[in-house]
């Protein structure tokens, strides 16, 4: 028996429930395959919340309820001695939230299965086959599914991936990393603990209810991945680089890993696209994984729905490539400077001290330690425009005071663009809706659904808003909440040509 659905999303991490519940409240019918049978209620593979994706979650309803699970570090330490100050960011969560990945999940999976995504447990992708008019995708036990896309969001091993041809390039940096969730008798000050020196590299994450997940590696140490490893081990190893393992005790489960940086070499292949690590995957070093994935999602489901709702055509859907790729790409550079850092301090005492002597002093330069945050939390990240654009198209657009009392990421939660001026310069539509600035602003903001600016002006030209207005689709008039309230109407298929391109680093 063959089911069917608008499109598939195979993987129910992070990546793929914000991409699903996205989908399904734009009105796309979505069916979620996940490998595993059931959720691991233990476990997490990322911590850090960065600044962006907490907008990105506010722009769907879910940042002040995760805040509120986690806890927030305004000061993030890089090799130990480069601080990054995030509370200087210009943002409604200026600090990056430590917090497990599965309290990410579990919003996400609520989110999604109330907008109606199905979430079929137990289903191993082991065959895809691409048609003219969708995607075979066959389960191991589960049988088969066709959809017009299919999106993989299953991980580092994308089957999605594999099946469907795309060269995945890239290489393991380092091995042989210890990881355990243990217990301390004595709590860190600091919401992350961590040190790199003469015999490795250590850090402790809390997960929030007593657990804290544990790092280690060993200066120069490379077995496999299946070597033994004992608490003793990852214990002595933390006395040694922090100096103290806190009373370590009674770890529920101890491996290790090894990491690699790899991207695939394209993000889509005709009906299939990728998302998250099954397009990059890095080093958890500046906790970019997970967030990078989330920013996928945010960028890719607004255009996949308006195209398979026929208000776009296919140039819209190769911007999402064209845009991301290159985040994907900064990310394996940004995550590779760090690791490559801390390797280099337990092999040579020249490192060590000149980074002990030059860190403290990069960290008063405020405008690269300013640049670094914005790079990390992700407020920097920007998408290419046209040469002939206004300065302020493809960037991020902050979270504005509207008139009203509103802010620009609630009223972001209806799924639609946003045009912020003053007066009514046109009408509001089903894809469109209009809002004054609380303030003085002379920019007229004409906003995509993913928060970033699609066009400005400094001073408004009805011809060139009404050519703004023809150039994009609009997204979806979906609410992108449960909290948003009802259903705008839905807009009539046109037949709109997304941008062929984005993307301004």
């Given at each position: 028996?063959?089911?069917?659905?608008?499109?598939?999303?195979?993987?129910?991490?992070?990546?793929?429930?914000?991409?699903?519940?996205?989908?399904?409240?734009?009105?796309?019918?979505?069916?979620?395959?996940?490998?595993?049978?059931?959720?691991?209620?233990?476990?997490?593979?990322?911590?850090?919340?960065?600044?962006?994706?907490?907008?990105?979650?506010?722009?769907?309803?879910?940042?002040?309820?995760?805040?509120?699970?986690?806890?927030?570090?305004?000061?993030?330490?890089?090799?130990?001695?480069?601080?990054?100050?995030?509370?200087?960011?210009?943002?409604?969560?200026?600090?990056?939230?430590?917090?497990?990945?599965?309290?990410i999940?579990?919003?996400?999976?609520?989110?999604?299965?109330?907008?109606?995504?199905?979430?079929?447990?137990?289903?191993?992708?082991?065959?895809?086959?691409?048609?003219?008019?969708?995607?075979?995708?066959?389960?191991?036990?589960?049988?088969?599914?066709?959809?017009?896309?299919?999106v993989?969001?299953?991980?580092?091993?994308?089957?999605?991936?594999?099946?469907?041809?795309?060269?995945?390039?890239?290489?393991?940096i380092?091995?042989s990393?210890?990881?355990?969730?243990?217990?301390?008798?004595?709590?860190?000050?600091?919401?992350?603990?961590?040190?790199?020196?003469?015999?490795?590299?250590?850090?402790?994450?809390?997960?929030?209810?007593?657990?804290?997940?544990?790092?280690?590696?060993?200066?120069?140490?490379?077995?496999?991945?299946d070597?033994?490893?004992?608490?003793?081990?990852?214990?002595?190893?933390?006395?040694?680089?922090?100096?103290?393992?806190?009373?370590?005790?009674?770890?529920r489960?101890?491996?290790?890993?090894?990491?690699?940086?790899?991207?695939?070499?394209r993000?889509?292949?005709?009906?299939?696209?990728?998302?998250?690590?099954?397009?990059?995957?890095?080093?958890?070093?500046?906790?970019?994984?997970?967030?990078?994935?989330?920013q996928?999602?945010?960028?890719?489901?607004?255009?996949?729905?308006?195209?398979?709702?026929?208000?776009?055509?296919?140039?819209?859907?190769?911007?999402?490539?064209?845009?991301?790729?290159?985040?994907?790409?900064?990310?394996?550079?940004?995550?590779?400077?760090?690791?490559?850092?801390?390797?280099?301090?337990?092999?040579?005492?020249?490192?060590?001290?000149?980074?002990?002597?030059?860190?403290?002093?990069?960290?008063?330069?405020?405008?690269?330690?300013?640049?670094?945050?914005?790079?990390?939390?992700?407020?920097?990240?920007?998408?290419?425009?046209?040469?002939?654009?206004?300065?302020?198209?493809?960037?991020?657009?902050?979270?504005?005071?509207?008139?009203?009392?509103?802010?620009?990421?609630?009223?972001?939660?209806?799924?639609?663009?946003?045009?912020?001026t003053?007066?009514?310069?046109?009408?509001?539509?089903?894809w469109?809706?209009?809002?004054?600035?609380?303030?003085?602003?002379?920019?007229?903001?004409?906003?995509?659904?993913?928060?970033?600016?699609?066009?400005?002006?400094?001073?408004?030209?009805?011809?060139?808003?009404?050519?703004?207005?023809?150039?994009?689709p609009?997204?979806?008039?979906?609410?992108?909440?449960?909290?948003?309230?009802?259903?705008?109407?839905?807009?009539?298929?046109?037949?709109?040509?997304?941008?062929?391109?984005?993307?301004?680093?």
């Open positions: 028996m063959t089911e069917a659905a608008d499109v598939l999303v195979v993987g129910a991490g992070p990546t793929g429930l914000l991409l699903a519940g996205d989908l399904a409240t734009a009105g796309v019918q979505v069916t979620l395959l996940e490998r595993r049978a059931h959720a691991d209620a233990n476990l997490t593979r990322a911590f850090a919340v960065h600044a962006r994706t907490l907008e990105v979650l506010d722009a769907r309803g879910l940042a002040d309820e995760l805040v509120a699970l986690g806890r927030k570090a305004p000061v993030v330490g890089v090799f130990g001695k480069l601080e990054l100050h995030l509370h200087r960011l210009r943002t409604r969560f200026p600090f990056a939230l430590i917090t497990p990945q599965y309290n999940e579990r919003l996400l999976e609520r989110r999604a299965r109330a907008a109606g995504v199905r979430i079929v447990r137990g289903a191993e992708v082991v065959a895809l086959h691409q048609h003219a008019d969708g995607v075979e995708a066959q389960t191991a036990g589960r049988g088969t599914f066709h959809a017009a896309y299919v993989g969001c299953d991980g580092v091993r994308s089957a999605v991936r594999q099946l469907t041809g795309i060269a995945f390039p890239g290489r393991w380092v091995r990393v210890m990881l355990a969730d243990v217990q301390l008798t004595h709590v860190p000050a600091d919401a992350v603990t961590t040190n790199a020196n003469e015999h490795g590299f250590a850090s402790l994450v809390p997960f929030g209810d007593g657990w804290y997940r544990a790092i280690g590696w060993i200066a120069g140490d490379d077995r496999p991945d070597a033994p490893v004992t608490a003793e081990e990852l214990s002595g190893l933390l006395h040694r680089v922090l100096g103290t393992d806190y009373g370590m005790h009674d770890p489960w101890i491996s290790r890993f090894h990491s690699d940086e790899r991207q695939a070499e993000y889509r292949q005709g009906r299939v696209l990728l998302a998250g690590d099954a397009a990059h995957v890095h080093s958890p070093a500046g906790g970019m994984g997970m967030n990078t994935g989330l996928d999602a945010a960028n890719l489901s607004w255009k996949l729905a308006a195209v398979i709702q026929g208000r776009a055509g296919l140039p819209l859907l190769d911007s999402y490539e064209h845009e991301r790729h290159p985040v994907g790409k900064q990310a394996l550079r940004i995550s590779g400077a760090i690791t490559r850092g801390v390797l280099s301090a337990p092999r040579s005492i020249r490192v060590r001290q000149l980074r002990d002597t030059l860190m403290p002093l990069v960290s008063r330069l405020s405008s690269l330690t300013a640049h670094a945050e914005r790079l990390l939390s992700g407020i920097g990240i920007a998408y290419p425009a046209p040469r002939t654009s206004h300065r302020l198209t493809g960037r991020r657009a902050p979270d504005l005071r509207l008139a009203g009392g509103q802010r620009l990421y609630e009223l972001l939660r209806t799924g639609r663009f946003v045009l912020v003053p007066g009514r310069p046109t009408a509001e539509t089903p469109l809706q209009l809002a004054a600035p609380a303030g003085p602003l002379t920019t007229t903001l004409l906003i995509r659904p993913d928060g970033h600016i699609a066009w400005a002006a400094d001073r408004l030209d009805a011809g060139q808003l009404h050519a703004a207005l023809q150039h994009w609009l997204a979806t008039p979906s609410p992108l909440s449960p909290a948003a309230g009802p259903h705008p109407p839905t807009a009539q298929p046109a037949d709109l040509a997304g941008p062929s391109a984005a993307g301004r680093r």
